[in-house]
């Protein structure tokens, strides 16, 4: 254990006179006290926050997990090179507790650096809010969207399987009522092949509304017991048509809500009504929120609720909800103070992923080899998140179709790598969503132990067995 | 004569077995495997316990690649390698090994201090005891006035000197020690050889590899040399440098008739006339450290490394401040009785060679004498004081040589 806390030493001593840590923590110190003023939202309290939280932690994330790169590769390849490491591993130490000791100095020193970014930030936001003049309006909406940790609820999918199969033969019955042979429906190859093809149509299309028609969607799990003062927000993004930019613009339509209650002149029964909010113009290709209009008590019930929305625009011909972009439905959790907490304990989770994943490459590569392996791992860990996400109607109408190498290619590297901006949770915290445990721990499990840990004990493993005089550059 | 050289020499066949080489090769080879040197050729030799053994072999010769292979840095491609009967790699084994390597690789940021204490720190010795060590092992190597410099700003041979502290750290039982006088001045050099002569006392196995081979010379029991991967020799210094068929007598300064008859007197037992005769000298490191030495009474200051202090107390594992003495009392009483008495027959043996030398000298004086009636009054006053000096430097000798154990220099 001496052995151990003396190499932990060393190393934070090492990273503390490093000339490049200390340009990355100069770099950090600015990211924290003079981004801030660099940045513009859109003019209102909530945006220079959300701006605030998004950017100025997220930059200090992102500056903490390259110096993390830097000096796990440094400390570690840095001594094979230059022979230093032949002094110690010919001392009654194992070199498995040589890398452990070096990757736990990188490890503290850089948890201890989040933890000032951290303190920092928070205290720097609580002096901006109780110094700002803001006004009661703009002080609720931050209280109840931003400074927040609301649970974030998905709409129900559609089953496209069982809506397939009943368009499949809602078509062969018509078909046959007109009298008509399709040869495409004689066999069962053909009618599968009819089956697909009708999936995917309904999948690209699902979440247009055409003018004069309306889409509901169905939530479930909701908290089953909340107070009639609880707010549930709805968070929605409306395209016209598909999402070009120069067709947005505003749009006219209507939002509805289920309000379902026990009937208490009946036998019990539990009934549905909607009700429907004024037609109103609604900006679209933005990210918007309102609070649902009706008590929580009426709007779920047995944990599940309904919002519809009516297409009444005429001047475009169908408005477009991205899968991705909403309708959800947002019910707080918990306070702000403890999601940022959660939010500091992923990125935490990031820097020892990342320091692992360094350390390893380190252990058996050059430094600057290390450091090229590691960028490209988190690079192709980044691209390969675009590769799947950025592709229209992602997930199921690619994952069906498997159209693209890049969708494969990326589909593939994400099983395998873990891409850097799992661990980037500003956005929300921006957005006053919550960082769930059960998140944290499948971002721990996933990432951490399935994913890193192995190659690190790959690392270690080759480190152990190298020959340590044979790659430095002295001696 | 040359085979019989490369053969392993059993100097000591008594004592446990340091470390065992037997067919040891070792091949580099390019990132597609394929050989690209043979830097170590199926070499066999032995060392033990107790004995100070030289390295020695040109550039490429293979001796630093053997030095890494015993301590684990680089692993053997065939034969067997053992270090107290287990593989180098064994983390077990290094806590008895201490290793001076040919560069002294330190954190450039840590002082002295710090250094020597992260290495102890590797041992997993309590803070009180680390900071005895390191104080006791900056002031024996002379850096205690430099104990929160950061060795970064150390000169070479300041860094060579806490190289050296930190292979003693443990008090080890194996200590290799690669180019140890390397970039030493020579005050620091004799220290290294006096530290190395006082390990050999103690009992402790030393391997050293020097280019500079009067060092090796003045330290080793034994040496081997490598070239080209293979050894060429290995042997007690002893029998690998004597040359057995020539003779050295060494007197005070002769008178020219004297030297002359002394010729006509070997020519006579050397026919052929392969004679030389000149005046002895002393080595330019006695004559460097006389000087500094005389310096150092008149406290001269310097702002590099100071000579070396005492020998650090845990090395001698005794509290009183004369070292030596203390070695030479722990090395008496660490001896059996069978050592004490093979120690006496030595010192019998030494004492009666040295008389024997000491009665060749006189009756050679005496003949001169004998033959030369006018001496007393030819000798000018000024030679006589020279011949006096020259005598009680001889006398001086004769005395190291009846101290010295073995009483085998002559």
């Not at chain 1, 230093?84 to 503290?108: D, F, S, T």
Request: charged fraction near 25%; hydrophobic fraction near 45%; proline fraction near 4%.
């Amino acid at each position: 254990m001496t052995a151990f806390l003396a190499i932990v030493k060393l190393t934070i001593r090492s990273a503390v006179r490093s000339h490049i840590f200390r340009l990355l923590l100069i770099l950090l110190l600015l990211s924290i006290f003079l981004l801030p003023f660099t940045l513009m939202g859109d003019g209102t309290p909530k945006g220079e926050v959300q701006i605030f939280l998004q950017y100025c932690l997220g930059f200090a994330e992102f500056i903490l997990c390259l110096s993390s790169v830097w000096l796990a590769c440094s400390e570690i390849s840095t001594d094979v090179e230059n022979a230093q490491i032949h002094m110690i591993v010919v001392k009654p130490v194992r070199r498995a507790v040589v890398l452990l000791g070096k990757y736990a100095g990188v490890v503290l020193i850089h948890l201890f650096l989040l933890l000032i970014a951290a303190v920092a930030v928070y205290v720097f936001l609580s002096f901006r809010l109780s110094t700002s003049d803001i006004s009661e309006q703009d002080r609720t909406m931050l209280q109840e969207q931003v400074l927040t940790a609301r649970a974030l609820y998905r709409p129900v999918r559609p089953d496209f399987n069982a809506m397939a199969q009943e368009e499949l033969d809602r078509r062969i019955a018509e078909a046959k009522g007109h009298g008509q042979d399709v040869v495409q429906y004689r066999d069962d190859l053909g009618r599968q092949e009819a089956f697909r093809e009708i999936r995917k149509e309904l999948i690209a299309t699902y979440g247009l509304i055409s003018e004069n028609e309306s889409l509901f969607w169905q939530f479930e799990g909701l908290p089953k017991h909340l107070d009639d003062d609880d707010v549930i927000f709805l968070r929605y993004t409306i395209y016209v048509n598909r999402y070009y930019i120069q067709d947005q613009n505003s749009v006219r339509g209507q939002w509805a809500f289920a309000a379902t209650y026990v009937r208490s002149d009946d036998d019990g029964n539990v009934v549905t009504d909607l009700v429907a909010m004024p037609e109103d113009d609604y900006l679209t290709a933005a990210q918007n929120e309102m609070v649902v209009p009706l008590r929580t008590s009426y709007f779920v019930y047995d944990g599940r609720a309904e919002v519809g929305f009516l297409n009444k625009d005429t001047k475009t011909s169908e408005l477009n909800f991205e899968e991705g972009r909403g309708p959800f439905l947002l019910v707080r959790e918990t306070g702000f103070f403890s999601n940022y907490c959660r939010a500091i304990l992923v990125m935490a989770i990031g820097i020892l992923s990342i320091t692992l994943l360094a350390s390893a490459v380190a252990a058996c590569m050059s430094l600057p080899i290390a450091i090229f392996a590691t960028a490209a791992y988190m690079l192709v860990g980044a691209l390969a998140n675009y590769m799947v996400t950025s592709l229209p109607n992602v997930t199921e109408f690619q994952a069906e179709t498997k159209v693209t190498f890049g969708y494969r290619f990326g589909d593939l590297m994400l099983n395998l790598i873990v891409p850097l901006q799992d661990f980037f949770v500003t956005g929300y915290l921006a957005n006053g969503e919550l960082v769930s445990f059960p998140f944290i721990g499948l971002l721990f499990a996933k990432d951490f132990i399935l994913r890193m840990l192995p190659v690190f004990l790959l690392g270690a493993w080759i480190y152990t067995r190298r020959e340590l005089a044979l790659v430095s550059k002295r001696g | 004569m040359a085979e019989a050289l490369k053969q392993p020499v059993q100097s000591a066949p008594d004592r446990p077995v340091v470390v065992s080489a037997v067919g040891l090769t070792k091949v580099f080879r390019d990132f597609w495997n394929r050989p690209k040197a043979k830097a170590v050729n199926d070499i066999d030799f032995e060392v033990r316990e107790g004995e100070v053994v030289g390295l020695l072999g040109p550039n490429g010769s293979g001796k630093s690649t053997t030095v890494k292979m015993l301590l684990g840095l680089l692993y053997p491609t065939g034969g067997r390698l053992t270090v107290f009967g287990k593989s180098p790699r064994d983390v077990e084994n290094k806590k008895l090994i201490g290793y001076l390597p040919e560069e002294t690789y330190l954190y450039k940021y840590l002082t002295a201090f710090e250094t020597l204490d992260f290495f102890a720190s590797l041992f997993g010795l309590s803070k009180e005891e680390r900071t005895r060590r390191c104080d006791q092992l900056l002031n024996m190597v002379g850096l205690a006035h430099a104990r929160n410099r950061p060795v970064g700003e150390f000169s070479k041979g300041m860094a060579r000197r806490i190289g050296l502290a930190q292979a003693m750290i443990n008090d080890p039982a194996f200590l290799i020690l690669d180019e140890p006088t390397s970039g030493l001045d020579p005050l620091g050099c004799r220290e290294v050889k006096d530290l190395i002569k006082l390990l050999k006392k103690r009992g402790k196995t030393v391997i050293v590899t020097s280019h500079l081979l009067s060092d090796v010379e003045e330290v080793c029991d034994r040496i081997i040399v490598l070239y080209g991967g293979r050894i060429r020799a290995n042997g007690g210094m002893e029998d690998l440098l004597t040359i057995r068929t020539n003779d050295t007598i060494t007197v005070p300064r002769l008178p020219e008739d004297a030297l002359a008859r002394i010729r006509e007197i070997v020519r006579e037992s050397v026919p052929d006339g392969e004679m030389s005769v000149r005046h002895p000298h002393m080595s330019l490191e006695d004559f460097f450290v006389d000087i500094v030495n005389e310096a150092k009474k008149e406290s001269l200051e310097t702002s590099g490394s100071r000579s070396g202090g005492a020998i650090a107390e845990y090395l001698t594992g005794d509290k009183e401040k004369d070292a030596k003495a203390v070695l030479d009392s722990l090395t008496r009483e660490e001896e059996t009785p069978a050592q004490t008495l093979e120690r006496k027959m030595e010192a019998d043996a030494a004492k009666a060679a040295a008389d024997a030398a000491k009665r060749k000298q006189d009756e050679l004086f005496a003949s001169l004498q004998a033959s030369d009636p006018v001496s007393g009054e030819e000798k000018s006053r000024q030679e006589r004081e020279e011949i006096e000096a020259k005598m009680s430097e001889a006398n001086r000798k004769l005395k190291d040589l009846l101290k010295s154990p073995g009483g085998k220099k002559d």
